[in-house]
Nanobody, 123 residues
Framework: QVHLVESGGGLVQAGGSLRLSCAASGNILGISAMGWYRQAPGKQRELVANITGIGNTNYADAVKGRFTISRDNAKNMGFLQMNGLKPEDTGVYYC?????????????????WGQGTQVTVSS
């Protein structure tokens, strides 16, 4: 069993900052890519940023220069630093991770999702 738990969401005024955390736990042998997605009301879930196991990053155009994704491999954690927040950044933010586990007789790489954390940016 693998669980991802996000934290750090909340209500902030436009221009403010938040730092989201994602903690992975369970029978984890390793984590490949990690990513943050968001879903605004009435819209589809979209990629915000992702980071590979060796630290290569990718950002949605809407957040480039404002958000920074990072990870702590030793602690199986991921982070999203969000600066210069805008009302259009409002939504539920989800953590996603590609996690390697062992299920006899083979190693398995599977995607897992957290339950999401609400980010609300007021104008």
């Amino acid at each position: 069993q693998v669980h991802l738990v996000e934290s750090g969401g909340g209500l902030v005024q436009a221009g403010g900052s938040l730092r989201l955390s994602c903690a992975a736990s369970g029978n984890i042998l390793g984590i490949s890519a990690m990513g943050w997605y968001r879903q605004a009301p009435g819209k589809q879930r979209e990629l915000v940023a992702n980071i590979t196991g060796i630290g290569n990053t990718n950002y949605a155009d809407a957040v480039k220069g404002r958000f920074t994704i990072s990870r702590d491999n030793a602690k199986n954690m991921g982070f999203l630093q969000m600066n210069g927040l805008k009302p259009e950044d409002t939504g539920v933010y989800y953590c996603n991770a590609e996690v390697q586990t062992y299920s006899f007789p083979r190693y398995v790489l599977s995607p897992y999702w957290g339950q999401g954390t609400q980010v609300t940016v007021s104008s």
